[in-house]
């Protein structure tokens, strides 16, 4: 079974940096593309980035773009979101998923718990 735990969360003031880490573990059957995924208190989950398998390519929602960096170390097994210029509409759960490369949660085949983002001065 695959596992996905993510990391990195935290408090951070509007304007600051944060770095997330998502170790996946148990790839057997298929190769996966790992994405990032927020959602807000009351909100609806959104696709935030996504990388694929071989980390050639990648893809960000609009209101990350250029700001957000996902990256990826298949020897580690292991996806970053690198996180700049935060603002307080970033302020989330986090969640690191295993899936289709597509910005869909019903894409993703597997779920981390979640890590909380709280961008606030």
């Known amino acids: 079974q695959l596992q996905v735990v993510e990391s990195g969360g935290g408090l951070v003031q509007p304007g600051g940096s944060l770095r997330l880490s998502c170790t996946a573990s148990g790839f057997t059957r298929t190769s996966y593309a790992m994405c990032w995924f927020r959602q807000a208190p009351g909100k609806e989950r959104e696709g935030v980035s996504c990388i694929s398998s071989s980390g050639s390519s990648t893809n960000y929602a609009d209101s990350v773009k250029g700001r957000f960096t996902i990256s990826r170390d298949n020897a580690e097994n292991t996806v970053y979101l690198q996180m700049n210029s935060l603002k307080p509409e970033d302020t989330a759960v986090y969640y690191c998923?295993?899936?289709?490369?597509?910005?869909?949660?019903?894409?993703?085949?597997?779920w981390g718990k979640g890590t909380l983002v709280t961008v606030s001065s």
């Open positions: 998923a295993a899936g289709a490369f597509l910005l869909e949660p019903g894409g993703m085949d597997y």
